[in-house]
């Protein structure tokens, strides 16, 4: 029997590579999105025009904030299995626009739990972020490591899901599995992402911001392989250990059928050296303007992947030079 799938944030970044993904895999894709204006709203209707084209995929215009629509919808389609993807995304943003991230990032994932509960599904994964991370220092960063200094509200919205879905876990015995996923890029990306906006400027002979004066790493993470990695742990559901405690076990899983994993590539890559290989693909120099760290950015993420590996079969075949190739070419025929 075909597993119906609901996709939340279809038309973001992610969520179109996955529901593309998962509709060839021959899934039920039922795919949402409010379609908001963080970010240009013509690339996210391109992304639908092409998912729109598959014969198992399906959106609906809908806001998470609409509780009633989101009741409704659930009621009417049945889902085996939820994948929330839906946030309001960016770091700087949540400085200056606080109120977005807990209408989308709380309110919004609250409507999603609740319907869940009244609906039951297999399983519920949701998006969360290396930004949980926040000010920590040991690296590479691991499932056990504290997160409870976080260091831009985007982050305490997203450590704040974690802990709302582990309750609704163990109150409701709702599997969930929460994905921290480390700097993705790609074709299709976010124009607010900094290789993206670094490709604009570039293309353009403008200036870049190069922030901390270039000393920065970050994980970068190709989407295939972060999509692949959603696909294989769809039918991975976590189950309760209520053997469970918190000196002996990864603090990745609990009692209740609840688990996090990092998602990322496990090899962080130097800001400068990201450039380099960015203007050697786009043939073409960067001007540079080197600043300041600016509030809510971090020095380094590294993703410990091991207890993603011990679980799935998870692989980052995409080399950086190959990501970044790929973007460029897609970056041209889309742009320029």
Excluded at 146 to 169: C, F, G, I, Q, R
Excluded at 216 to 225: A, K, P, S
Aim: glycine share 6%; charged share 25%.
């Amino acid at each position: 029997m075909t597993q119906k799938i609901l996709v939340t944030g279809a038309a973001g970044f992610i969520g179109f590579h996955l529901s593309n993904l998962l509709a060839e895999k021959d899934f039920e894709i039922i795919g949402i999105d409010n379609l908001n204006d963080y970010y240009d709203v013509t690339l996210k209707e391109r992304r639908l025009e092409i998912l729109n084209e598959l014969t198992n995929f399906k959106f609906l215009k809908i806001d998470l904030k609409d509780k009633q629509n989101i009741n409704k919808l659930f009621e009417e389609e049945e889902f085996d299995i939820v994948i929330n993807l839906a946030a309001q995304a960016g770091v700087r943003y949540s400085i200056t626009n606080p109120d977005a991230y807990v209408d989308s990032n709380l309110i919004g994932f609250m409507n999603i739990l609740e319907a869940c509960r009244h609906n039951p599904v297999k399983h519920l994964l949701y998006a969360s972020s290396s930004s949980v991370y926040g000010g920590n220092k040991v690296a590479p960063f691991s499932e056990n490591h504290n997160v409870d200094h976080p260091v831009s509200l985007y982050a305490a919205t997203k450590k704040s899901n974690e802990l709302m879905a582990h309750t609704y876990s163990h109150l409701y015995g709702i599997p969930t599995t929460g994905l921290r996923f480390f700097t993705v890029y790609g074709p299709w990306g976010r124009p607010d992402m900094a290789y993206f906006s670094f490709a604009n400027k570039i293309i353009a002979g403008e200036t870049i911001d190069v922030y901390n004066h270039g000393k920065m790493e970050r994980d970068f993470t190709y989407i295939d392989d972060i999509v692949k990695g959603i696909e294989k742990l769809l039918l991975n559901i976590p189950k309760e250990n209520l053997k469970w405690n918190e000196i002996e076990d990864s603090k990745g899983t609990s009692f209740a059928p609840y688990r996090i994993f990092n998602i990322g590539n496990s090899s962080p890559v130097p800001l400068m050296e990201f450039i380099s290989i960015l203007e050697d693909k786009l043939g073409k120099k960067a001007i540079k303007n080197y600043i300041d760290m600016q509030p809510g950015d971090v020095l380094k993420t590294y993703a410990d992947v091991s207890e993603l590996e011990k679980t799935i079969e998870f692989n980052n075949t995409t080399f950086l030079e190959e990501g970044i190739e790929k973007f460029v070419l897609w970056y041209k025929e889309y742009y320029v």
